[in-house]
Each structure stands twice: as C-alpha cells, then as structure tokens.
C-alpha cells in the first residue's frame, strides 16, 4: 500500500473538482482501485503503488494546464485521464506559444493538438489548396476554420468563405419547417459552432453582415470566383465530381482552400459517387495541392468516440470480408 498527497495551491480548486465535485467523481472512476480523498486545496491516493503512480501523473498534468489556461471542460478532465500514452495527453501541455492559431473570446487559446492536425497546419501554410481526410471528431474542420480565421484577423485575406454540399444525410429537405434558408442552417451549424469558439459574438455578427465571413451551401458557389479569400468546403465525401470541379474552379488570386471529408459518410445516392474520392485520386501529384489523411489517433472528442470508430472500422472489415469470400470460393472450385 502506498500514499501520497498532492497539493493544489497553484490551481483553482474548484475548477480541478468541478461543480458539486462532478470532477473528482470522474477521477474516482477512472481508479476505482484507489482510495481518493479531498480537503481543501490536497488531495490525498492511497493504493497500490503503479495505480498510485499513474494517477499522480495524471493529476499533474491537469495541474500543469489549469495553470496555464485556468479553465478545463470535464471532457478535457476525463481525455487526460483516459489517455494511455505520453503523446495522446502531451498536446495538453504544449508550452510553445507559436502552435496557437488563434485566441477566442474570453481568452480561450485555439491549437493545433495531434500530430495529423499540425500537419494540417504546416501544409496550409505552405500549399493554397489541402485535402484533409479523415473520420469524425477529429478536428479537421475545427483546425481548418482556425487557420481562416487566423488569416483574416493577420490581415493576409479579406473575407472567409465556409461551405458545405446540402445533402439530405438520411432526411428529407422538403418536409423541413421553414424557408430555404432555415431549412439549409442546420447543415451548415458545425461551421457557426467553430466560429463562435474563435470570435466574440458581436464581431461575428458584424463579419456576416458585412459578409467578410459567409457561410452558403455549395450549390451558392456556382459562377464565382473567390479572390483574396480564405474557403473551406466541409463534408466535401457529398459533393459530386462536377460540384467539386466546379468548386476548385472557382479559387482566384491570394485564396486559399481547404476541403475535408470522411469517405466513410457518403450520403450521395446509390447512382452518385463522391467526387472527393476522384479529386484525391486525380490530384495527388499536383505542386501547390496536399493531402492530409487523419484518423482515430487524432479524434478529440469524448474518449468514447475513438472506441466507437474502431468497432464500426471492424464491423466494415468483416462485411468486407464476408462478401468477397463467396467469390474466394468460387475461384477454388
């Protein structure tokens, strides 16, 4: 049996044991093996030696970030405690001021935060078109608005452009309340949640009104063309080939594009292929065009959702597997 006590003098208590110590409820679960006591600004482990250890050095790095930032989400809380390996829980402590890209309203400081998404970045910076490929939560879209909204307030574009393909994703557009654009926003809903993490509420307002930042489902795009602009086609997997095309078209002087998409999320009718997979394929070798490929390590949102994509990556693999075996067997015969 070891013990060991921890102070938290440096830190806000409240904001390591959370409201009503929601926090620390999540830490006890994570070791249910431990004893774990609080009082006042300590907290004292009792347990084996290794569970003892590990959850030290859990505890210290979310000391070290509540002392830089002084502020963590339990999400936060709960993805450094369930992250098993050094690099997974090290972006949280990062200390180089140069890997934030932006600082949202209250202070809060936007990152690049695995080792795919500053890829992301470093290939923005060097080429004007990326494709950024991956599976959900994986911050792809997160990382791309940052870079735009980095580039309009360094003053190096004049307007950011963010849009998506209106796909019916399993529902129907017609049977949707409202006019055209109402029925359309909730598609184009992720894009807002990025801006409002990254700009004070009333000057997003004023940037849409002026329409420095314009967000417009793709079809918008046709016959354009976007100069000194920074654009982001989300869920590019839903556009066509011609949408696509077209889209890459309409890229002029001083712009930049980012596309990103998951090719395992086509919504596309059965008869329609996506054009992402085409363009990716097709523009593989071109100087001034990257492709970014993430994927599970890179997820960021609840520690679940990297458990879910792998359990969907089986299942898909084994239909795979099921449906080629009947033609294996009658190449045998």
């Given at each position: 049996m ?10 806000n208590p409240i904001?390591?044991f ?30 084996s ?8 050095e ?16 339990a ?5 450094i405690?369930?992250?098993?390996d050094?690099?997974?829980v090290?972006h949280?402590v ?6 934030i ?6 202070g809060?400081s ?13 290939e923005?910076?060097?080429?004007d078109?990326v494709?950024?490929?991956?599976p ?12 735009a ?5 360094n003053?190096?574009?004049k307007?950011i452009?963010?849009t ?8 129907s ?8 654009k ?17 700009i ?7 940037y ?5 930042i ?7 795009m ?5 100069d000194?602009?920074?654009i982001?086609l ?7 080939d011609l949408q696509l095309k077209?889209?890459l078209?309409r890229?002029?002087a ?12 086509v ?8 054009g ?7 523009l ?12 599970e ?7 679940l ?25 009658k190449?045998?015969?």
């Amino acid at each position: 049996m070891t013990e060991t006590t921890i102070n938290l003098e440096t830190v806000n208590p409240i904001e390591f044991f959370g409201v009503n110590n929601g926090k620390l409820d999540i830490l006890k679960k994570k070791f249910p093996l431990l004893k774990i006591l609080s009082r006042g600004t300590q907290i004292k482990l009792s347990g084996s030696p290794e569970q003892v250890e590990n959850a030290k050095e859990k505890i210290e790095l979310i000391v070290q970030y509540l002392e830089r930032n002084g502020h963590m989400s339990a999400n936060y809380f709960e993805q450094i405690l369930g992250g098993d390996d050094a690099e997974i829980v090290d972006h949280f402590v990062e200390r180089n001021p140069n890997d934030i890209l932006v600082f949202g309203p209250n202070g809060k400081s936007v990152r690049a935060r695995t080792a795919n998404q500053k890829k992301l970045v470093q290939e923005a910076e060097k080429n004007d078109i990326v494709f950024a490929i991956g599976p959900a939560g994986t911050g792809k879209t997160y990382t791309a608005v940052a870079l735009a909204v980095r580039a309009l307030k360094n003053k190096l574009v004049k307007k950011i452009i963010l849009t998506r393909p209106a796909v019916e994703a399993g529902e129907s557009l017609g049977f949707l309340p409202g006019d055209l654009k109402e029925k359309i926003d909730p598609y184009l809903r992720p894009l807002y949640d990025a801006l409002d993490d990254m700009i004070p509420a009333d000057k997003l307002g004023y940037y849409m009104s002026t329409r420095t930042i314009e967000i417009a489902p793709l079809a918008y795009m046709r016959g354009r063309t976007l100069d000194n602009a920074f654009i982001i086609l989300d869920e590019a997997q839903n556009a066509t080939d011609l949408q696509l095309k077209m889209f890459l078209t309409r890229i002029g002087a001083n712009a930049k594009a980012i596309i990103t998409g998951d090719l395992t999320q086509v919504d596309l009718p059965r008869n329609q292929k996506s054009g992402l997979k085409t363009a990716t394929r097709i523009l593989k070798n071109i100087e001034g065009i990257a492709h970014i490929e993430l994927d599970e390590d890179d997820v960021v949102r609840h520690r679940l959702v990297k458990a879910i994509l792998r359990a969907y990556d089986k299942e898909h693999k084994e239909e795979e597997i099921k449906e080629f075996r009947p033609y294996r067997d009658k190449d045998k015969s």
